[in-house]
């Protein structure tokens, strides 16, 4: 009889381990094989987006003025595209509802839509009119993504480089824990107020070639749980409506004897 216990615990540790197959990235890619990506990404400046701009030259009294802080104080400015002052005396703006920023002496400017370096080159052209040689740095302070669901620490990450991918994404959450469904990750992405919906497989390296592999801002990263995490969660509130139900009898039981 002993024997028969022990044997009917093995074949239930056996059949409750999860298979290498539902664990392992990139199952099929081959030792020292190399992978050319197609991939390519570029950041795009949207509605909403905080960047940074500074002006330069070698006569820096001639960039000043463009360089002069307007509107707000407050690190968002006052919403209409104006400037405000970072700790370290760069100006940034929010680029308003309209795609534009009100930069210094050039006014209203259309930066959603444009790359970084389409937004940098077009403002240079448009200062070579009061500057010999200008240098324009342009940087997006509020790039942001979110990674929920069965990873080790969910939550929303600020990305300082513009470009993230979203094995790195994970990285920065803690990985995935062992509930999490590897074969099919949601990618969430907003674009022009349409939300669309990517499905990756991180067990499998064709995600190399996902055109969700990097994330753009404000993308939101969800990790379903797996079968044996749903049936756990399920078996978890099954036994505390059990508790609850038998709480709720027994303090029936006792108001009744008290009266």
Same mark, same amino acid.
Not at 13 to 32: G, H, I, M, R, W
Not at 241 to 249: A, F, K, L, N, Q
């Given at each position: 009889?002993?024997?028969?216990?022990?044997?009917?615990?093995?074949?239930?540790?056996?059949?409750?381990?999860?298979?290498?197959?539902?664990?392992?990235?990139?199952?099929?890619?081959?030792?020292?094989?190399?992978?050319?990506?197609?991939?390519?990404?570029?950041?795009? /400046? !949207? +509605?909403?987006?905080?960047?940074? $701009?500074?002006v330069s030259a070698t006569d820096m009294d001639?960039?000043?003025?463009?360089?002069?802080?307007?509107?707000?104080?407050?690190?968002?400015?006052?919403?209409?595209?104006?400037?405000s002052s970072t700790s370290s005396g760069e100006p940034t703006y929010l680029i308003n509802e309209d795609?534009?920023?009100?930069?210094p002496v050039l006014g209203q400017l259309k930066i959603a839509g444009?790359?970084?370096?389409e937004a940098k080159e077009m403002i240079k052209e448009k200062l070579k009119i009061y500057v010999n040689d200008p240098i324009v740095s342009i940087r997006l302070k509020? /790039? !942001? +993504?979110?990674?929920?669901?069965? $990873?080790?620490?969910p939550g929303s990450y600020t990305i300082p480089n513009e470009r993230i991918t979203i094995i790195e994404a994970l990285g920065l959450a803690g990985d995935m824990t062992i509930k999490?469904?590897?074969?099919?990750?949601?990618?969430?992405?907003?674009?022009?107020g349409v939300n669309t919906y990517h499905r990756v497989d991180l067990t499998s390296k064709s995600i190399f070639e996902s055109p969700v592999y990097y994330l753009a801002q404000n993308d939101v990263l969800y990790v379903e749980p797996n079968d044996s995490r749903i049936k756990e969660s399920k078996a978890r509130n099954n036994i505390l409506?059990? +508790?609850?139900?038998?709480?709720? $009898?027994v303090l029936s039981i006792v108001t009744l004897v008290i009266r």
């Open positions: 009889m002993r024997y028969r216990f022990l044997f009917l615990f093995l074949v239930i540790v056996v059949f409750s381990c999860k298979t290498p197959e539902n664990v392992v990235y990139f199952q099929n890619s081959a030792d020292l094989e190399e992978i050319s990506s197609t991939n390519s990404f570029t950041s795009v /400046f !949207k +509605i909403d987006d905080i960047i940074g $701009v500074m001639a960039v000043r003025p463009f360089n002069l802080m307007q509107g707000s104080s407050s690190l968002l400015g006052d919403g209409g595209g104006n400037a795609g534009n920023i009100d930069f444009l790359t970084r370096i509020n /790039f !942001k +993504i979110t990674v929920m669901g069965e $990873v080790s620490e999490g469904r590897r074969e099919n990750l949601l990618v969430i992405r907003e674009n022009e409506g059990v +508790i609850i139900s038998i709480v709720g $009898v």
